[in-house]
């Protein structure tokens, strides 16, 4: 993996996050589980256009996701075998390094909090694939959405089923309050707009 890539494809995001003028939206970009930060340069290059910042939620510990796939691959497998020896975070500050727009924060996604006053017009949860995380994640970034914003969650329908129940679990906790859903299959993508 070259050193700016990133494991989704943020291109698709960059994309709808412009076809639907998010940013026109009162609010910051916020993405769980970054990586290498690959996909972070490129919101954060979106956001800026905007005056928007992107907060980065990531505990930066490759071996903290031991979450398996069917064949019994960790997550943990996966990133370290990507990492070869680097240390992620070293990888991911000096692949933002340029961001002067990125608030980074190191730090388990349990323990973090908002203040009530901030507010989020697009977030991507793509971190610990543990389903009290999924569920943490997404009320984190849910509670401070704006109406109009979207929040997009990787690994729906994908390899991993309990990251697939807690989303539909979620929806339906949700439903009065959200608009719309859109998948995008072939990524393993699903975002969902807050009414
Ligand atoms: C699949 S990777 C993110 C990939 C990134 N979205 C991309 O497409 O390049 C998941 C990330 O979640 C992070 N992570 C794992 N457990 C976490 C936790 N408890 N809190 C915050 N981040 C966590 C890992 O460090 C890892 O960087």
New binding site residues.
């Given amino acids: 993996m070259s050193a700016t ?6 291109e698709t995001l960059v994309d709808y996050i412009d076809k639907h003028r998010l940013c026109r939206l009162e609010g910051d970009i916020i ?10 340069v490129k919101l954060a290059k979106l956001a800026r256009k905007y005056g928007k910042k992107v907060f980065v ?6 071996t ?2 031991r979450t398996a796939t069917p064949d019994g691959t960790t ?1 943990s497998d ?2 370290l075998a990507f990492l070869d020896g680097r240390s ?1 975070y070293q990888a ?1 500050s000096e692949n933002t390094r340029n961001c002067d727009n990125v608030v980074t924060i190191k ?6 909090k908002f203040p009530s006053n901030q507010q989020f017009v697009f977030g ?1 949860i ?5 389903p009290d ?1 999924v569920r943490n ?1 997404f009320l984190l970034v849910w509670d401070r959405l704006v109406s109009g914003g979207v929040v997009g969650l ?2 729906y329908k994908s390899e991993l089923p309990e990251v697939t129940r807690t989303i539909d679990k979620l929806l339906d906790d949700k439903k009065r309050e959200i608009r719309n859903t859109v998948e995008i299959g072939e990524k393993h993508i699903i975002l969902i707009t807050r009414k």
């Fill in positions: 890539v990133d494991f989704v494809g943020y993405e769980i589980g970054a990586f290498v930060g690959g996909g972070t939620i990531d505990i930066f510990d490759p903290a996701d997550m996966i990133y992620q991911y730090e388990d996604s349990r323990k973090v991507f793509d971190g610990n694939h543990q995380y994640d990787h690994d």
